[in-house]
């Protein structure tokens, strides 16, 4: 079945660094993927539509700047968190459309920012 | 605007028997799909069930089925014969036609602890 793949699973970095992380779609094209992030014990929010070729669209209150998304190809969108902090530690997840009913998620990326 | 709402933050169920969840939601559009996730310990998301705005019969997955009422605005999750696997937090989620950005809006989830 199709799969998406994120890569790091988890990763631990210093605040002002930054992050980035890989969602791909392994056996099938994606125009649009979708990051979400989700807090300990709360549901997934979306932060912003990444479209090939062409810019992301971020929800309200999400800093562009913060969050950079390159979606480069038809099978790759890229999440960086730039400069970060601790309060951006959190689980950061994606996902890719096969059609209108098939929606899936990567295995999700544990920001930890010391 | 679309709307989730899962009214059960957690839930004990006994090994072998159904349980449901429940989900309403609110959207002004016509044309909309209705999704059901599990999401394990491990944070994957894992689709378990779909029911289109237009589908007449409700969807059924295996051990999963929706009760879809549209009149409601309700699509619960029935999960048959549970089994210890299947503990873990489950969210409903909605899709609005292409107009609103194919954006999949999540509930709160509920929490499903089976007991053996």
């Known amino acids: 079945g199709a799969v998406v793949s994120q890569h790091p699973s988890w990763v631990i970095c210093k605040s002002g660094t930054s992050v980035k992380i890989e969602c791909r779609s392994l056996?099938?094209?994606?125009?649009?993927m979708f990051w979400y992030r989700q807090f300990p014990k709360q549901s997934l929010m979306l932060m912003a539509t990444?479209?090939?070729?062409?810019?992301?669209?971020?929800e309200q209150g999400v800093e562009k700047d913060k969050f950079l998304i390159n979606h480069a190809s038809l099978t790759l969108s890229t999440l960086t968190v730039t400069s970060a902090h601790p309060e951006d530690s959190s689980f950061y997840i994606c996902?890719?459309?096969?059609?209108?009913?098939?929606?899936?998620f990567g295995s999700g990326t544990q920001l930890s920012v010391l | 605007a679309q709307k989730i709402t899962q009214t059960q933050p957690g839930m004990f169920v006994q090994e072998k028997e159904a349980v449901t969840l429940d989900c309403t939601y609110d959207?002004?559009?016509?044309?909309?799909?209705l999704f059901w996730y599990k999401q394990p310990s491990s944070g994957e998301m894992i689709f378990l069930i779909y029911?289109?705005?237009?589908?007449?019969q409700n969807a059924t997955e295996g051990r999963y089925s929706l009760n879809f009422q549209k009149a409601r605005k309700s699509a619960n999750l029935v999960i048959s014969a549970s089994q210890l696997g299947d503990s873990a937090m489950y969210f409903c989620?909605?899709?609005?036609?292409?107009?609103?950005?194919?954006?999949?809006?999540f509930g709160g989830g509920t929490r499903v602890l089976v007991k053996p």
């Open positions: 996902s890719a459309n096969l059609n209108w009913e098939k929606l899936f």
């Open positions: 056996d099938f094209q994606a125009t649009t």
């Open positions: 990444s479209n090939e070729g062409s810019k992301a669209t971020y």
């Open positions: 959207t002004s559009d016509p044309s909309y799909g």
């Open positions: 029911q289109g705005s237009y589908d007449q």
């Open positions: 989620a909605m899709r609005a036609s292409k107009a609103a950005g194919n954006k999949l809006t």
